[in-house]
């Protein structure tokens, strides 16, 4: 199933410095799509959606971008922090209210 | 703040054994899911669970496995005879409504299949 994909497996910026983290999707049917940021032992924690009728949503230091003619969304975190490193999945949803995760992207914020 | 709780954290069992997984959701949640993530690997959807059935299911979720909602808190999931690469992190979460996309999941069981 790679309806949700994040080609980099890794990431790493600098304290400060912007981090952008991409995903691509596949399904057209997706009408919904998220981010989760999770921490080793610990179970994945929503951070910010975006539906697919928006093109962008901001809480903070978080936005996601969506471009929807190129099923491709973004994740941009800005200033990083080293607190914000983590695995970041990118998920959507369709209409049949079970989410697809991709695989996931390490981030390392250097202090 | 609430929150989805599972037991064990660490499950290890022996190849065609039985395991039951626990998962206590959110109170007044609706929806509840189990998801898994094979070490090094994606997050990957099992099942939906609402209003006391399946709502969806993906092709991992064959007949050895089934889940249950015995008592009105717990959301439990079985693996009938458990092989290798069953060995996961099974993540619960839950979801008051369709519309609240934020799901809130647990920490997770880890089950190690010997």
């Known amino acids: 199933d790679q309806q949700v994909k994040q080609n980099s497996p890794s990431l790493s910026v600098q304290e400060g410095r912007i981090s952008i983290l991409n995903c691509d999707y596949t399904n057209s049917m997706f009408d919904y799509f998220l981010w989760y940021k999770k921490y080793p032992a610990e179970g994945p924690t929503f951070l910010i959606s975006?539906?697919?009728?928006?093109d962008k949503n901001e809480d903070g230091r978080f936005t996601v971008f969506l471009n929807k003619s190129a099923k491709h969304l973004s994740l941009h975190i800005v200033p990083s922090q080293p607190g914000d490193s983590a695995v970041y999945f990118c998920a959507a949803r369709g209409n049949n209210n079970d989410m697809r995760f991709g695989a996931g992207t390490r981030l390392t914020v250097k202090p | 703040e609430p929150e989805v709780t599972q037991t064990p954290s660490h499950q290890v069992t022996q190849m065609g054994q039985e395991v039951i997984l626990r998962c206590v959701p959110i109170?007044?949640?609706?929806?509840f899911y189990w998801y898994r993530q094979i070490l090094g690997q994606k997050v990957e959807f099992l099942v939906s669970f609402y209003n006391n059935e399946i709502s969806e299911k993906s092709e991992i979720f064959d007949d050895q496995f089934s889940v249950e909602r015995p008592d009105g808190s717990n959301f439990t999931l079985k693996i009938r005879s458990t092989k290798l690469e069953d060995s996961a992190m099974y993540f619960c979460?839950?979801?008051?409504?369709?519309?609240?996309?934020?799901?809130?999941f647990g920490s997770g069981t880890r089950l190690t299949v010997v």
């Open positions: 109170s007044n949640h609706l929806y």
């Open positions: 975006i539906s697919s009728i928006k």
């Open positions: 979460a839950s979801t008051l409504t369709v519309n609240n996309y934020g799901y809130t």
